[in-house]
């Protein structure tokens, strides 16, 4: 059991007690504040249970180790571009486990998943060498690059904000774009993930007569998005798993 669980029911337990002796010494409105507490007790029961299932659906089995080794760098450099750290762990399960070596087939390497022409521009920026062979490195470097997508919605609300750039830093900040083209036309928050999400999969070429409305040359500006259901499990699975995560790690 995670050592904050353990905490947890231990404080339950003596607060149980507690409200017991005073119960019998109170009568009604010991009552409802027994009700309250076993609503609390109910509820983190639950978050328990929920995050359990979550650690044996989708965290690696070393993940404890893993955020306790990697938590400085994370902290430091998510404190700096202005991020809850837990997130930047969440998206670090989402872009490879915590695998230090891990490669994707288009080349993304590292922990963070970082393009090679990403690496080239990050590394003039922060004068950093080896994003692709140091773990720590591509962390910073990570972040740095979620950090400016970011910077391109700043009239996005900022929970809206950092769903739209981890939007962005998966499939690219042009296929955002052409989604907000979309959902203008449509009447909806282009700032808004939600319309967002529902205006990716109109980026294929099944929808060119709605793409004959929008844009000149009647093709989206960044071409035809056959990957939108990657970029949408994207967001939304980081974003479940930060609720998750933060219902059982505390910030500090």
């Not at 983190?44 to 359990?52: A, F, Q």
Request: aromatic residues 14%; hydrophobic residues 40%.
């Amino acid at each position: 059991m995670h050592p904050y669980l353990k905490k947890l029911l231990l404080l339950l337990i003596t607060v149980m007690a507690i409200f017991a002796c005073e119960r019998r010494s109170t009568g009604y409105r010991s009552e409802l504040q027994s009700d309250t507490l076993l609503s609390f007790i109910e509820k983190r029961i639950e978050e328990k249970k929920r995050y359990e299932e979550f650690q044996r659906n989708t965290l690696p089995r070393d993940f404890e180790k893993k955020v306790e080794n990697y938590y400085p760098v994370i902290r430091k450099y998510s404190k700096r571009y202005g991020f809850d750290w837990r997130l930047i762990v969440m998206q670090i399960v989402k872009e490879s486990r915590f695998r230090e070596n891990a490669r994707s087939r288009v080349g993304a390497m590292g922990l963070m998943q970082i393009m090679p022409s990403t690496a080239m521009e990050i590394r003039r920026e922060m004068d950093i060498e080896y994003i692709a062979n140091n773990p720590r490195e591509n962390i910073a470097a990570g972040i740095y690059h979620l950090y400016k997508q970011v910077l391109k919605f700043p009239d996005a609300a900022r929970d809206e904000r950092v769903k739209l750039a981890l939007g962005a830093y998966n499939s690219g900040i042009g296929r955002i774009y052409d989604a907000q083209s979309i959902a203008r036309y449509l009447n909806l928050d282009p700032y808004s993930w939600k319309a967002i999400k529902e205006c990716l999969p109109m980026l294929t070429a099944k929808h060119w007569q709605l793409h004959l409305e929008i844009w000149e040359l009647g093709v989206p500006n960044y071409g035809y998005f056959y990957g939108y259901k990657e970029t949408i499990n994207y967001v939304d699975d980081i974003i479940e798993g930060y609720d998750i995560f933060t219902s059982i790690h505390q910030d500090i």
